[in-house]
């Protein structure tokens, strides 16, 4: 079995890549953003403050994520592979990664790959900001990149109520990219000392970094 693990600032293309390898290589996505969103949607005091933190731009404290991603691993069946968007996002999580892979027999002789999708900061900016979705069917589109079809109306399903996230606003975005700068980029480090890590040049067509990721899997 395969782990992939893919690694970038935010707004590099992660999540869509991920998207897209788990519909053709039939691979569990595990996105921790996903998990954690759905966690901040109830009332407990812990939800609140998740969501603060979230809407803040600051990272979500290790303890969480892990417990939330050992919770999500427990409990699926992926024979052939997973795909992790969004975690490991520290070195702490990136050791508790391979302690858990190496503990549990069901990951027992797994191989690993980590992809690093590189991004400009400007870049960056511009793909977040312009990032919105439809309130009914949840598809994603872009105000430059993947514009609607249709002025005002969904693709897939004809709504014509779209909603932006309230975190995807530049100044959270830069506050997420110095976080992922002190917090993140070192794990490329780690994964590159045991000659596990390779890196694309997310600035490209989506789909010639998508036939770059296959070809290193």
């Known amino acids: 079995m395969k782990v992939l693990i893919l690694l970038g600032p935010p707004g590099c293309g992660k999540g869509t890549q991920a998207e897209m390898l788990e519909k053709e290589l039939d691979y569990v996505k595990l996105s921790t953003g996903d998990m954690l969103r759905d966690m901040a949607m109830g009332d407990s005091d812990q939800a609140k ?92 589109y872009h105000d430059i990149f993947k514009p609607t079809k249709i002025s005002g109306k969904c693709d897939h399903c004809s709504g014509t109520k779209f909603l932006r996230r309230k975190d995807d606003n530049a100044k959270t975005v830069k506050i997420r990219l110095n976080s992922y700068k002190q917090d993140t980029f070192p794990i490329l480090s780690y994964y590159k000392e045991r000659n596990l890590l390779s890196s694309i040049d997310g600035e490209k067509e989506m789909m010639i970094v998508y036939d770059e990721i296959k070809k290193l899997i």
């Open 49 to 140: 403050e998740l969501k603060d933190i979230m809407l803040s731009g600051n990272l979500v404290p290790d303890s969480l994520i892990i417990k939330s991603l050992e919770n999500k691993l427990s409990g699926i069946d992926c024979d052939k592979g997973i795909i992790l968007d969004g975690f490991p996002r520290t070195i702490n999580q990136a050791e508790h990664l391979s302690l858990l892979l190496e503990s549990n027999k069901s990951f027992k002789d797994t191989e690993v790959r980590a992809i690093s999708i590189t991004s400009s900061e400007e870049e960056v900016l511009k793909r977040i900001t312009g990032r919105f979705a439809c309130s009914n069917c949840k598809a994603g």
